[in-house]
């Protein structure tokens, strides 16, 4: 059984490009001990002289089993993010620490309604959770709400696009380019979109927001000032990798 404070060598299973900067890869664990809906693990690559990189990856899998998932975009400047998307085939290897945090996560016998609020790459640990709430088939109220630049940058958008089916309610914002007919507004979250799109306050809703940190920090604080709970309010950064 893997011991998530000591790292473990795993293998690249599968590699699927999903957007025209990110994959979504799936790597076997040997004794991967299975992880809850909103963790994440520290990824680390070793260079042929030593050198050493390491980054946090949120999971985009969840539950039992020796495959975990990961969704990883690009960072151009980044030490690992581009190796995991531009180069890594099945049968690389990698090490991985994990699974890690407590705090950023669902249970399903949590009955309260929950609202996920995704900036760009911030939909993986999201996605997560909405596949969990769904396998679980609890019935408890779920919101997405998905902010990324364009169609064609939504990671998971194939599967995205099931979630009604699953019972998930689900709300796109388009910060640079919208498909043909969009009826909303092309833009940054605002006050009014969030209003719109998220569950009232008297709800009581928990609230995972995820993204760059800088939406994470707007996001928030628009949530607090439309009257939701800050201790109820769950977030997750993310910078360069």
């Not at 980054?55 to 960072?75: C, F, K, M, Q």
């Not at 007919?181 to 969030?194: D, F, H, K, Y």
């Not at 719109?196 to 607090?224: H, Q």
Request: net charge negative.
């Amino acid at each position: 059984m893997v011991n998530p404070r000591t790292w473990a060598v795993a293998q690249v299973a599968d590699v699927t490009k999903v957007t025209p900067n990110a994959r979504v890869l799936g790597i076997d664990v040997p004794g991967w001990p299975g992880n809850l809906p909103g963790q994440h693990v520290d990824v680390r690559l070793t260079a042929e002289d030593g050198y050493q990189a390491v980054r946090s990856y949120s999971l985009g899998s969840s539950g039992t089993g020796e495959r975990i998932e990961l969704a990883v975009d690009e960072h151009p400047e980044g030490e690992v993010s581009p190796y995991l998307v531009r180069d890594a085939q099945p049968g690389d290897h990698v090490e991985v620490l994990g699974p890690l945090g407590g705090y950023f996560v669902w249970r399903d016998e949590d009955a309260s309604a929950v609202q996920l609020i995704a900036g760009g790459s911030g939909i993986v640990p999201l996605r997560a959770i909405a596949r969990a709430r769904a396998a679980a088939g609890t019935g408890q109220p779920f919101r997405l709400l998905y902010s990324v630049k364009s169609p064609e940058d939504a990671i998971y958008r194939d599967d995205l696009m099931m979630l009604g089916e699953q019972g998930i309610d689900l709300t796109w914002a388009f910060t640079q380019h919208a498909p043909a007919g969009w009826p909303g507004v092309v833009g940054r979250l605002n006050a009014e979109t969030i209003a719109a799109a998220v569950f009232p306050a008297t709800d009581s809703p928990t609230v995972y927001v995820c993204g760059p940190t800088a939406f994470v920090e707007v996001v928030s604080r628009r949530l607090v000032e439309l009257g939701h709970d800050p201790a109820r309010i769950k977030t997750e950064r993310f910078g360069g990798g």
